[in-house]
Structure formats: structure tokens, C-alpha cells
């Protein structure tokens, strides 16, 4: 998962190029870790109102349409999502990574919400390749981490290959989006299934099933925020960046 990043940054050949980059580089890291430098606040009763609106143009985009599942992912604003919007709404980097991202998913919008559509997966999950990848089709080497995801969707090669896609030294077809998109929708599906909630779908899409049913045997809860709340998710708050990315994607003025 990447978060406002937007390309590899070059190696330098002069010592003062170099000095620039590091201070780039830490601070990117300083507000990834902190949002220390916020210019905006985005209070509890303004991320209601951007509920309510997004709920809205759901409802108008369901009515006008057929196929996914649009309104049946359950979007909250409590304190987890709260503070995702502050850091995406919030900030100076968070707005240009979030108009970005927007920009060029409305290149991807047609075939993904159509593959949405095609899986009955709800239509607000055309946000999640914007915390994945910011919408980017990243390859392996420009993850710019430790991961080894890929593709648009970020998919673990393993399980590249448990939905059927080739990746080897050749080919790569995580870096297929329409391939990529159609085995992001199986595997939402399936831990739907399995799970019964969509928000368990998409946390054991970040973490894994296993994590998510250890979690829920755990717990004896089969709700998303208690169990990530007991430690059970992968990337931390990845659901409520999500969510925050759904109420961003529908008031999209609040990046401006």
C-alpha cells in the first residue's frame, strides 16, 4: 500500500542534490507518521455532513444504474476515520496525493466499475486501489518498499497466483489492470462469503483471511472495528483509510 508517493525519486550525483532528496524523504516520512503539517481541520460534525452527501450520491448513482452493490458497504465516521480524513483533507500533501489519485481513476472508472458491477461488489470500493497505489500501475521495483505487490490493486505474488494470474521473471500480469481487477473482485467476493460483511472483506484484503478469522475465533466478534480495535488488521487503520477515501471520492471539493 502506498501513501502519497508518486514515483521513485532518482539517485543524485552531487552531494547537495542528495542532502535535498534525504530531507524530502524525511519529511514525507515525518507526515506519514505524524501529519504535522496540518493547515486544515475537519471536525466530527463536518465529516457527518460529507456521510450524509456521499450517502447521497450513492443513492443517485444506484438508482441510475444496475449491476454492484452500491450502498451495502458500511461507511462510518468515528475517531479512526476522522483522523484519516484529517491527514488526507487536512494537509497540504494529503490534498495534492488525493486530487492525483482522483484524477487518474477517472482514466480506470469504466472497466472498474464495470467489473464491480459484473461481481456485485459495492460501487464505493472503486476507492480502494486509491489507498492501494493512489491509482498508480505500480510494478514491483516502484513499490519504493520491502513489499513485493504490484499492479494497481497491489497483489502479493502468492496471491497473484491463488486467483490465477502468471508472475514469474516473463510476465507479470499483476500489471494487467483488467486481469488485476478482475482477481481484486474474487478475492472481495470470496471473503464476503466467508466472512458474510463487507468490511471484513476488505480488512482480510489487506491483512489476510487467516488474521481476520483468528481475530473473529479470538474475539468471539464479528465486527470489523472491534476487531481491529483488539490489534487483528493488517495495514494500520487500512479500513479507515478506505473510508475516508469513499467520503473524499464523493465530496471531492474537500481536496481543492
Do not use: C
Amino acid at each position: 500500500m502506498m501513501l502519497f508517493q508518486e514515483s521513485r525519486i532518482p539517485k543524485r550525483a552531487f552531494l547537495i542534490s542528495g542532502l535535498v532528496a534525504m530531507i524530502a524523504v524525511l519529511t514525507a516520512t515525518s507526515f506519514a507518521a505524524t501529519g504535522l503539517v496540518q493547515d486544515r481541520r475537519v471536525s466530527q460534525q463536518q465529516a457527518e455532513k460529507l456521510l450524509a452527501r456521499s450517502e447521497s450520491a450513492t443513492r443517485r448513482q444506484s438508482a441510475s444504474s444496475e449491476g454492484s452493490s452500491a450502498g451495502e458497504f458500511p461507511v462510518v465516521v468515528n475517531e479512526r476515520v476522522l483522523r484519516q480524513l484529517n491527514r488526507y483533507i487536512g494537509t497540504p500533501e494529503g490534498r495534492e496525493f488525493m486530487r492525483r489519485a482522483l484524477a487518474r481513476m477517472e482514466n480506470e472508472r469504466p472497466a472498474i466499475e464495470r467489473a464491480l458491477a459484473k461481481y456485485g461488489v459495492p460501487r464505493e470500493l472503486i476507492a480502494m486501489p486509491i489507498i492501494e497505489s493512489g491509482y498508480q500501475n505500480l510494478s514491483q521495483a516502484e513499490t519504493q518498499s520491502n513489499s513485493t505487490a504490484a499492479g494497481l490493486w497491489q497483489f502479493m505474488p502468492r496471491t497473484a497466483r491463488i486467483f490465477g494470474l502468471r508472475v514469474d521473471k516473463i510476465v507479470d500480469e499483476r500489471m494487467n489492470v483488467p486481469i488485476l481487477t478482475d482477481a481484486a473482485m474474487r478475492y472481495l467476493v470470496a471473503n464476503k462469503m466467508r466472512f458474510q460483511d463487507w468490511a471484513l472483506s476488505v480488512s482480510a484484503y489487506n491483512s489476510g483471511e487467516e488474521r481476520i478469522q483468528n481475530g473473529i475465533d479470538k474475539t468471539g466478534s464479528r465486527d470489523a472495528w472491534t476487531l481491529i480495535g483488539r490489534g487483528f488488521e493488517g495495514d494500520h487503520d487500512y479500513l479507515a483509510k478506505v473510508m475516508a477515501a469513499i467520503l473524499i471520492m464523493n465530496n471531492p471539493e474537500t481536496v481543492q
